[in-house]
T-cell receptor, first 113, second 114 residues
């Protein structure tokens, strides 16, 4: 069982460059999420998708866009990377009925120089 | 909107000692509650969860947590800590109505001394 798969695992970008973080889940979950993790800040929600075809902003959406390509895949795009976006990014998925725990990918460590 | 507070940024214990990590939540009804563990360089792994019923829940790796409605708390405990328990621990809450989005606390870093 692959669970939630994120690519890439590591990335270094120059300020102003763009990139897309990919995420796929094989658990047939309706909901998918993108979080960023920064020291002392815990996990903060960037965007989420409650079902295929819908996306909504979370706590820290500025500078990011997302696409729910199909039920399995949920990508996160940085159009013009900034040093403030240096972080570890986690994709997660869950059932969107209450009580379904979130399953996490291994994370993408992104550095913007 | 729901929120989670983990008041301790770091906790240091000796191997073999007992452990309690604190978690307080804010939500208008009984929430779904979770504890996750994150080892260095890894994603988050679910330790245990509370949905309803018995307020003392058992999880993996010998952990347990107790839901106390009157205190809005869901503290994580372990009677005897092992060096391999050193990690980051996150408490999370999920709404029981409306849009279900897990909200996480800032985490508690557990340091285990030999």
């Amino acid at each position: 069982n692959a669970g939630v798969t994120q690519t890439p695992k590591f990335q270094v970008l120059k300020t102003g460059q763009s990139m897309t973080l990919q995420c796929a889940q094989d658990m047939n979950h309706n909901s998918m999420y993108w979080y960023r993790q920064d020291p002392g800040m815990g996990l903060r929600l960037i965007y989420y998708s409650a079902s295929e075809g819908t996306t909504d902003k979370g706590e820290v959406p500025n500078g990011y866009n997302v696409s729910r390509l199909n039920k399995r895949e949920f990508s996160l795009r940085l159009e013009s990377a900034a040093p403030s976006q240096t972080s570890v990014y986690f994709c997660a998925s869950s059932e969107n009925r209450g009580g379904g725990e979130a399953f996490f990918g291994q994370g993408t460590r992104l550095t913007v120089v | 909107a729901q929120s989670v507070t983990q008041p301790d940024i770091h906790i240091t214990v000796s191997e073999g000692a007992s452990l309690e990590l604190r978690c307080n939540y804010s939500y208008g009804a009984t929430p779904y509650l979770f504890w996750y563990v994150q080892s260095p360089g890894q994603g988050l792994q679910l330790l245990l969860k509370y949905f309803s019923g018995d307020t003392l829940v058992q999880g993996i790796k010998g952990f347990e947590a107790e839901f106390k409605r009157s205190q809005s708390s869901f503290n994580l405990r372990k009677p005897s800590v092992h060096w391999s328990d050193a990690a980051e621990y996150f408490c999370a809450v999920g709404a029981t109505g409306g849009s279900y989005i897990p909200t996480f606390g800032r985490g508690t870093s557990l340091i285990v001394h030999p």
